[in-house]
């Protein structure tokens, strides 16, 4: 709590101000009621105190725009106490939206303090109804119009226009039928598509699975074999039929009969 101003007593009745504040805060946080400092008396004085913390500064004191953003503060928070009275209206209280109602009204900027960035007034009060202007003994009245002769006041009647008869009918306004969107054809082709897929995974997975994988047929890797110890040999000419028992001269009388075409004479026993 701390004192924003101080001033002299008038004798007016504080009981109002009290009772729209407690009736502002019993509906609204105190980020809204707190726009209204509270009244306290104090001997011949009236002091204006605020719950609201941080440094109070004066709004002649802010530059240009934050005077700006404070004004929007100002009204923001008495669009919503407005709406406060008209619900109180509705609901009946109609004391009390009055209250609320006339807790309303622009902000004098002379009383205007910025606390912590929100916007607190101070010397609020209900602002009387402006009275009529009175007419100064001095002025002469305007004379009055001469009033216009009684058949001037009397009503032309136009009689309307007779229809004519060959006219020929309007035709009558045929809105079109509401356009009906098509389905794309390429919609059709998601049930194909989520039938195929549950076929690959329910057939043909498991088939695959319960297959398993082929074995691979290979070459097998060539083996070294050893040398035999034992070698046949098949001579097909004919040097076999020599006697086992011929002698080198027998030899060399074949070596000499090799010229001989006739195998016959060349193999004969000797």
């Known amino acids: 709590m701390q004192r924003l101003s101080r001033g002299e007593y008038s004798g007016a009745d504080l009981a109002p101000l009290t009772n729209a504040k407690r009736i502002i805060a019993r509906h609204f946080p105190p980020v809204i009621a707190d726009l209204y400092a509270d009244p306290q008396l104090s001997g011949d004085h009236v002091e204006w105190i605020s719950s609201r913390e941080g440094l109070p500064v004066r709004f002649n004191e802010l530059d240009k725009t934050a005077q700006q953003k404070l004004l929007d503060r100002v009204h923001q928070h ?12 509705r609901k009946g209280e109609f004391s009390d939206a009055e209250t609320v109602r006339n807790s309303v009204g622009s902000p004098d900027t002379d009383n205007l303090f910025s606390v912590g960035n929100e916007p607190v007034m101070t010397h609020w009060r ?55 969107r098509r389905m794309p054809w390429w919609l059709l082709l998601l049930p194909l598509l989520l039938l195929l897929a549950l ?14 994988p082929g074995g691979m047929a290979c070459i097998p890797k060539p083996t070294i074999s050893e040398t035999s110890d034992f070698v046949v040999v098949f001579d097909t000419s004919g040097s076999m039929k020599i ?23 060349v193999f004969m026993d000797p």
């Open 78 to 89: 008495q669009l919503a106490i407005r709406h406060l009275a008209d619900e109180l209206e």
């Open 199 to 212: 076929l690959y995974w329910f057939w043909w997975l498991p088939r695959q699975a319960m297959l398993g």
């Open 126 to 180: 209900i602002q009387p109804l402006p009275t009529t202007k009175a007419t100064p003994a001095f002025e002469t009245p305007a004379p009055a119009r001469p009033s216009p002769p009684p058949e001037a006041l009397a009503t032309k009647v136009v009689p309307p226009a007779p229809e004519r008869a060959d006219a020929e009918p309007k035709p009558a306004v045929v809105k079109p039928p509401p356009e009906t």
């Open 243 to 265: 006697n086992v028992n011929a002698t080198p001269e027998d030899e060399e009388w074949l070596m000499k009969v090799t010229n001989d075409n006739s195998f016959r004479r």
